[in-house]
């Protein structure tokens, strides 16, 4: 792997168009881009999409973006691993960012069309990237996932993304309230949420895939096909 950039997968668009919507999509712990971009098939056709890998090989196999808070025994992290935590995370935020930014002016790709989708530890670093500011997402869209409490914490947050925050209605890994007290927090900050709870357990489902693609089109001003 190049140190400076991410592993990615890449789905060119199959159908020509004037705008076209780049959507970036960031897998959830021990998991690999492969398996997030296995839904590529079901977002619309004039997409450019990207499933990006993140960089740290996880204990439970495959790859994750920073040390969790607690292990698998429920035990909490230490100073030692707190600190590299924020190390991970930071690692994760700027080889992501020079990664998109790298791909979207290779290919010629409009960033006002941006778009992130993300699952579980990708849904945090969706919060992540979108709050930075440091792009400019036209909308993001966090799954079964968490607000990492350094993110809240920040002095300062970019309130330009528009975000549909969603969750399953039986997720065994992670409750609901986790994505319900991430979306309140967008919205005590002045930033577009709309909270969205769809039928299954910690995956993602083809309804809330098809409900996200509508919104996205809607949101890039593309009409559905």
């Known amino acids: 792997m190049d140190e400076d950039k991410l592993i990615y997968l890449e789905r060119a668009p199959r159908t020509p168009s004037e705008r076209t919507p780049i959507?970036?999509?960031?897998?959830?712990?021990?998991?690999?881009?492969?398996?997030?971009?296995?839904?590529?098939?079901?977002?619309?056709?004039?997409?450019?999409?990207f499933a990006l890998q993140a960089p740290f090989p996880s204990s439970l196999g495959g790859f994750e973006w920073f040390i969790p808070k607690k292990n698998e025994q429920g035990t909490e992290a230490d100073e030692a691993l707190m600190s590299k935590r924020l190390e991970e995370m930071a690692k994760s935020e700027e080889l992501s960012t020079t990664t998109?930014?790298?791909?979207?002016?290779?290919?010629?790709?409009?960033?006002e069309l941006l778009?992130?989708?993300?699952?579980?530890?990708?849904?945090?670093?969706?919060?992540?990237l979108s709050l930075r500011g440091k792009m400019k997402m036209r909308g993001a869209v966090p799954m079964s996932g968490f607000l990492p409490d350094e993110v809240r914490a920040w002095p300062e947050i970019s309130t330009t993304t528009e975000f549909v925050v969603a969750h399953g209605?039986?997720?065994?890994?992670?409750?609901?309230?986790?994505?319900?007290?991430?979306?309140?927090?967008l919205l005590s900050k002045g930033i577009k949420s709309e909270y969205k709870v769809y039928k299954g357990r910690h995956k993602m489902s083809m309804d809330i895939v098809r409900y996200v693609n509508a919104w996205i089109l809607k949101l890039g001003e593309l009409s559905e096909e």
Do not use: C
């Open 23 to 49: 959507i970036v999509l960031l897998h959830g712990r021990a998991s690999f881009a492969k398996t997030i971009f296995s839904i590529e098939g079901l977002l619309d056709a004039r997409a450019h999409i």
């Open 100 to 111: 998109i930014k790298e791909l979207m002016a290779r290919r010629g790709l409009d960033p």
């Open 115 to 128: 778009f992130l989708i993300g699952f579980s530890q990708g849904a945090a670093m969706t919060y992540l």
């Open 169 to 185: 209605d039986h997720d065994e890994v992670l409750p609901q309230s986790s994505s319900i007290s991430a979306h309140e927090f």
